[in-house]
């Protein structure tokens, strides 16, 4: 008997012809990400994805943990495969599901038969592994419409597969089979859970984060980094690019009406955000705004500050209250690294009154007094990058 | 050039310490309650320990209690205290800036029924002596007062306390955090009159995670850890010897106090002069206080990117007890301070290694700061 992980892919399988790219890509994805926590071997059959141990090397537990973080995955289940006969499949269920089966009252047993050279039909493997199960654990009863555990014997082409209850994957699209987009990161609440929806939605990430020393301090570009690293759990590796502020921001405090001084930044923010993401293959941008939730994330200065992007930005939490969105960023848990007490980019000059309906024009204007392009030139070339990998 | 003006939050090792602990960990590593050679050799080193603590203080060695630094220390003490006392009385007096280990154990002792004072303090962090006395009745069972301000230096009237306790008749046990003060004046816990004492070791270029709790003999006070016979079951559990060891040796290595304080002022003078000839630069510390902790306040430029710029040139200050966002120091609110200053503060600490070229190399960075930085209305 030995341990495996069944993985069922979820939309991929809606798929039509481009289905084994998908595929492909998520056996990629996952091979990747279990490359530390041991050898596996990888194999496709019925849209199902088969995780092996090579050896007895591999860390069983890690590699379902992080299993569970892979997008394109609808559920998995830790099994058993062994050899197809039905005197091994009983004591191996027995075996395998004895821990599992002496905490719980009810079960059901269900069988699917994809080899149909297998002597029993799939109502009798049902029946025989249940009566034996009943047997060898008498304090169990069955209930087939509301069991604590759903056994389940697969039989496939090389091997029979027994396991519990299968566990809810994470769901969405395997991790760059959308493209490749950047996300802005200041080290608030927002951004890591908008990294992590698009992330599901089948996109690579590079992270493009704003420093501004020595109004920010080195702890925060740390913090940053430790978002990223809980986020690249479920998104994969992720390249962060950080862009020297300073210059900028003074400038701006220095030659803008004080009310428009945060939508003016993020026109200039998006500005170097492009370029970057145009030079790193990225298709869009991805920011953690949400209508109304302060003033610089009004409609009039959304539309303000998109008007200076080029491709497409992607907002995800657009519309989403505060306590979602932190209800997500604890489930990711990134919500005890985003509360941390350092001043990011977004905090430096906050204006006390800011202009909630700026005007292009008038946003237009306050900007005649900033040299745009060798600022933003500026920021590009200082720019340096650094990988961010969670394993 | 390096610079380091954060010895209030905690000092260099000096090398005296650094080599009792390594001695402590490589040849004199027993358990002092092992009867056999190697314990013999530990409690020998424990007994001498204790005894070069309690020459500091001069008082004697079996009232002194190792503990794992100041929080505990100040725990225990003001815990234990109010507990054994809870049938004499339930009322409590202290001031409006202690350390957050005094007045966040304060407000858990005031949940579980006990009558908490905490005195208002004026502009310089001082209480007045008057208030003290009236609000010390006979009911009062604890008064528990630090010496120095860990924020802006200010010198409490400790002294004080016994007599309004006597005035009022009050049984009261005085307790005092004296974790700044050790190592930087005189601190005699007899002079003072005080029941209880807190110090710590890495203030005094010791090890982290040790210090001491002074208990007055004959006074009692209800321990928070079981389980042993060490400490006189006060503190029981294994000594921790190499720490304890390194805090002894850096007491021993302690100068001259008042012969240093001397020192430090003439430091203190000269770089308050100079900062103050800078402008908008206010001193948020009394003119009186210890000379070792001044804090100021440069107007206008917030101290996060004060302590980043200075960071950045390797001189390391700080904005008070800890640095956060949005959280202003409570004891510069206690005192009442307008919000500019709230804004700006930096806590600049001296110690004995200080030099007169790291003061120059302080004033010099904070002037660039206050060019460079921009400032906020």
């Given amino acids: 008997m030995k341990e495996v992980i069944l993985i069922k892919n979820g939309e991929l399988a809606l798929k039509g012809l481009n289905r084994r790219t998908f595929e492909d890509m998520l056996v990629k994805n996952m091979r990747r990400r279990l490359e530390s926590a041991g050898k596996f071997n990888f194999t496709i059959a019925q849209s199902t994805i088969v995780a092996e141990p090579v050896d007895d090397s591999a860390d069983f537990d890690e590699a379902v943990s992080r299993i569970e973080k892979i997008f394109g995955i609808a559920g998995f289940s830790r099994a058993a495969a062994v050899e197809k006969d039905m005197e091994t499949i009983l004591r191996s269920a027995e075996e395998y599901l004895a821990p599992q089966l002496l905490g719980i009252r009810s079960f059901k047993v269900e069988a699917k038969r994809s080899d149909k050279k297998f002597p029993l039909t799939s109502p009798e493997i049902c029946r025989e592994t249940g009566g034996y199960l009943l047997r060898k654990f008498p304090h169990l009863i069955v209930d087939v ?113 004080e009310d428009i001084f945060t939508v003016v930044m993020r026109r200039m923010m998006m500005r170097v955000s492009q370029i970057i993401a145009q030079r790193e293959h990225a298709g869009a941008l991805i920011t953690g705004e949400s209508v109304g939730q302060v003033a610089s994330q009004t409609m009039p200065a959304i539309a303000c500050t998109d008007a200076v992007c080029g491709m497409p930005v992607f907002r995800p939490l657009i519309g989403m209250d505060k306590d979602e969105v932190v209800a997500i960023s604890r489930k990711i848990e990134t919500f005890d690294i985003s509360i941390l007490p350092y001043e990011d980019c977004c905090t430096v000059f906050t204006p006390k009154h800011p202009k909630t309906r700026p005007t292009l024009d008038y946003v237009e204007k306050c900007e005649e007094a900033l040299e745009v392009d060798r600022l933003v030139k500026e920021a590009v070339e200082g720019t340096r990058f650094i990988h961010i990998n969670a394993y | 050039m390096e610079a380091y003006f954060d010895n209030s939050a905690t000092t260099a090792p000096c090398c005296e310490a650094v080599k009792a602990v390594t001695d402590a960990m490589t040849v004199c590593w027993g358990n002092p309650s092992s009867l056999h050679r190697s314990g013999n050799a530990a409690k020998e080193l424990l007994d001498s320990s204790r005894e070069s603590i309690a020459k500091c203080l001069s008082c004697r060695p079996e009232e002194i209690f190792f503990t794992s630094g100041g929080t505990e220390g100040n725990n225990l003490a003001v815990i234990g205290a109010a507990h054994r006392m809870r049938r004499m009385g339930k009322r409590i007096v202290s001031t409006a800036v202690e350390h957050s280990s005094i007045d966040e154990t304060l407000d858990k002792l005031a949940n579980e029924g006990f009558e908490v004072i905490k005195l208002k303090v004026d502009s310089f962090g001082r209480i007045n002596e008057r208030e003290l006395f009236s609000a010390v009745n006979s009911n009062t069972i604890l008064i528990t007062m630090m010496l120095v301000n860990n924020e802006v230096g200010t010198i409490m009237p400790v002294q004080a306390a016994k007599r309004a306790a006597m005035m009022a008749r009050s049984p009261a046990l005085i307790h005092c955090d004296a974790v700044q003060a050790f190592g930087k004046m005189p601190v005699k816990p007899s002079a003072l009159g005080v029941d209880l004492m807190t110090v710590s070791s890495h203030k005094i270029h010791g090890p982290k995670g040790v210090g001491a709790l002074y208990i007055r003999k004959g006074v009692k006070i209800n321990p928070r850890t079981f389980g042993g016979e060490q400490e006189s079951k006060i503190r029981p559990g294994t000594e921790a010897m190499p720490a304890i060891a390194g805090f002894a040796a850096a007491a021993r290595a302690l100068p001259d106090t008042q012969k240093e304080l001397e020192h430090i002022k003439m430091l203190r003078d000269y770089m308050v002069e100079k900062l103050t000839e800078l402008g908008d630069v206010v001193i948020n510390s009394p003119p009186d206080a210890l000379p070792y902790v001044t804090n100021v306040s440069v107007l206008g430029i917030k101290s996060e990117p004060m302590l980043n710029f200075l960071s950045e040139r390797g001189i390391c200050v700080s904005s008070g007890s800890a640095c956060s966002k949005g959280k202003k120091s409570h004891v510069l609110m206690q005192m009442g301070l307008d919000r500019r200053r709230l804004d700006s503060p930096v806590r600049i600490s001296f110690s004995r290694y200080t030099t007169i070229q790291e003061v120059d190399a302080l004033i010099q960075g904070i002037a660039e700061g206050k060019k460079v930085i921009r400032a906020v209305k």
């Fill in chain 1, 145 to 257: 419409h509301n069991p604590d555990l759903v056994v389940t014997v697969e039989i496939r082409d090389n091997h029979a597969y027994i396991h519990g209850t299968q566990i809810k994957g994470a769901g969405g699209m395997p991790t760059g089979s959308a493209g490749r987009a950047a996300v802005l990161i200041s080290g608030g609440i927002d951004s890591p859970v908008a990294a992590y929806m698009m992330a599901k939605r089948g996109l690579e990430l590079i992270a493009i984060h704003f420093a501004s020393p020595p109004y920010t301090s080195e702890r925060a570009e740390q913090k940053v980094h430790s978002l990223l690293k809980q986020v690249s759990k479920y998104s994969g590796r992720i390249t962060l690019f950080v862009v020297p502020f300073t210059e900028t921001q003074e400038q701006i405090k220095d030659n803008c009406p």
